[in-house]
């Protein structure tokens, strides 16, 4: 069986997207998923996303990391996807209904509402997600937010000295992470600029991670360290997120369309 596949990127963020709204495709589990997006035997890409019908939104969009894992949520993915459908949508995902919006060069992402609970970052145990009292290397009291997936910040005086190769995997695969985590650290400019590093679970180090960006942005905000809206710059480019008076995040930025193939099922089955 031979399927269609689209290219594309947010601020170096890749994804190969598999489109079965109108024409199924067969069952992914997480072994065709890894060897899609292994960069020397597949098409390569950090997420596979796939857009299926949906009973409870315009479209459900699944997420594959590159390691083969579902997950709930993904920025950078959300705004491809609004490129791609090219009008407004409400998008079902694992972690809640988005909304997305395509716009100039890119598009605007309703990404709901954070959530600071303990239990819904998840952890292993009861304690402040605002200032926790944890610390991995010289990494102490980071924040937690659940952006539709769970991450963990630290607020650092130069992100980019950070050896986040290094102890990015070991904060990931913490037993204080039941479902893994997402690692960011960031550096705050001033009250509208933050810079961003991200390990990514399931991709490691990025140029870009959209969910990271708004958890960052709203754990600065959280703390009085930022505006209601910042731009946070990641390796791969900035993003714009704004927190409403009705608690939900707007994620703006851009996205691209690379190209458009198709491959032989049965070659990665």
Not at 141 to 168: K, S, W
Request: aromatic share 6%.
């Amino acid at each position: 069986m031979r399927v269609d596949f689209t290219k594309m990127h947010g601020l170096g963020n890749d994804f190969v997207v598999l489109d079965a709204r109108a024409r199924a495709v067969p069952a992914i589990d997480a072994a065709i998923a890894r060897a899609l997006a292994d960069r020397r035997t597949g098409i390569g890409c950090d997420q596979l996303i796939l857009l299926e019908p949906s009973e409870t939104a315009d479209f459900r969009m699944r997420i594959f990391n590159h390691d083969g894992g579902e997950v709930e949520a993904c920025g950078n993915a959300s705004r491809a996807v609004a490129l791609l459908h090219g009008a407004d949508a409400s998008v079902e995902t694992s972690g809640g209904v988005i909304h997305v919006e395509p716009a100039s060069g890119g598009a605007s992402v309703d990404m709901g509402k954070p959530r600071f609970d303990w239990d819904a970052i998840p952890l292993a145990y009861a304690m402040d997600t605002a200032i926790m009292p944890v610390g991995w290397d010289g990494l102490d009291q980071p924040g937690a937010v659940n952006v539709g997936n769970p991450h963990v910040i630290f607020f650092v005086e130069n992100a980019d000295a950070v050896p986040l190769d290094e102890v990015g995997p070991e904060i990931e695969n913490d037993p204080l992470f039941p479902e893994r985590v997402n690692v960011n650290v960031a550096t705050i400019e001033n009250r509208e600029h933050i810079r961003l590093r991200v390990w990514e679970r399931g991709v490691g180090l990025t140029r870009a991670c959209g969910t990271g960006a708004c958890a960052t942005a709203i754990h600065a905000m959280r703390r009085g360290l930022a505006d209601r809206e910042v731009t946070v710059t990641l390796p791969g480019g900035d993003l714009v997120i704004a927190w409403g008076d009705d608690n939900r995040i707007r994620m703006t930025g851009p996205a691209t369309e690379s190209y458009r193939g198709s491959f032989e099922w049965g070659d990665f089955a």
